[in-house]
Each structure stands twice: as structure tokens, then as C-alpha cells.
């Protein structure tokens, strides 16, 4: 908000002084202000923290708050979920198919639909949330799917060995770990 003018032409400041907030703090919420001015500098507190964060995101955050994300990045997550299901689905019909024709089929119609649709939306939502694309837990993410899918298009093409499978799983373990953990150079 900020100052506006009133009909005198006198210019006047909207916000209250105890939350620098605009005029909907009334009524109840009001009354604890004025009960007690430490709450105000609280809650201003917890405003600050409240703000969509796009530059300089703390690690570990989509670069929003909880509660502040835009329908946006709930749709590209979604997008993201769907992909990467179909990569996990498409990969283990073709690591449990028995004919080549059925491997190949999972592999490049679903298994790698799956990647592409997984890693569209990792860089939408790494540009949706200010991450630059070069922290080292995207990269291991990209490089150990990108091994993941080479294994699944091997096993194709070859028949599913134990290796495969166990390769397969090793680097799935491996992708997960890098975006729970989310390592960053120079930590």
C-alpha cells in the first residue's frame, strides 16, 4: 500500500504503524496488536518470510515458500510427477519384457516420453524457481537419468541381464539421493 490522498489532499499513510500492513488488520487481530506490540514485530517477522523468494533461493526451497507457490509451478510438478512415473513404468516393462519387440517398444515409447517430459519440467521448474541449472544436484540428476536411460535402451536392445537391472536401480537410488540430499559445489 502506501500513502494516498484523502479528500482534503492531504496525503495519509494506509498502513498501520504496529505491522506495516494495510488496512485489514481490524477487529481481533487489531486488539492483539495493541495488547501486545511485541506480537506486531513478530508477525512483520513472519511476513518477511512469507515473500515469494526468485533471487538468491535458499537451498532446499522451489524458490517459494511453502504456501506461496503459484498454480504454475503446482501444474509443472504434476507434469514432472507424471514423467517420471511413466521413465520408472516404461523402464521396468522393459527390463521385465520377454520379446525384443515389447523391450524396445517401452523403452523408446514410454520409458523415454517419460524422460523427456521429466526433464522438460525440471528446467521449467528450475527457471519457474531462479535455480541455476549448473548446481551439481541438477547435474547428477541429468548425467545419472541420462546413464539410467542407457541402460534401459542396452537392455533393449540386448535382453535384461541381473546387471541391467542392478545398474538401473543403482543409478534410480543414485537420482533420488541427489535431490533429497541436493549436494552444491563448494559445501
Not at 91 to 120: N, P, V, Y
Amino acid at each position: 500500500m502506501g500513502p494516498t490522498a484523502t479528500r482534503g489532499g492531504a496525503a495519509r499513510d494506509s498502513r498501520d504503524e504496529a505491522t506495516g500492513r494495510g488496512p485489514a488488520t481490524h477487529g481481533r487481530n487489531r486488539a492483539a496488536l495493541l495488547a501486545n506490540p511485541s506480537a506486531g514485530r513478530a508477525r512483520r517477522r513472519l511476513i518477511i518470510v512469507l515473500r515469494p523468494v526468485v533471487a538468491g533461493a535458499p537451498p532446499g526451497s522451489l524458490g517459494y515458500p511453502r504456501g506461496v507457490e503459484t498454480p504454475a509451478v503446482h501444474l509443472v510438478l504434476l507434469a514432472k510427477f507424471a514423467g517420471v512415473m511413466l521413465f520408472i513404468a516404461g523402464s521396468g516393462a522393459s527390463l521385465l519384457a520377454k520379446t525384443r519387440e515389447e523391450r524396445r517398444r517401452a523403452t523408446h515409447q514410454i520409458a523415454s516420453t517419460g524422460l523427456f517430459i521429466a526433464w522438460c519440467g525440471g528446467f521449467a521448474l528450475a527457471t519457474l524457481s531462479a535455480i541455476p541449472l549448473t548446481e551439481l544436484w541438477i547435474l547428477l540428476g541429468l548425467g545419472l537419468s541420462l546413464a539410467a536411460h542407457v541402460v534401459v535402451v542396452s537392455a533393449a536392445e540386448r535382453g535384461a541381464g541381473r546387471l541391467h537391472v542392478v545398474a538401473f536401480a543403482a543409478l534410480i537410488l543414485g537420482i533420488l539421493a541427489a535431490m533429497i540430499f541436493r549436494p552444491v559445489f563448494g559445501a
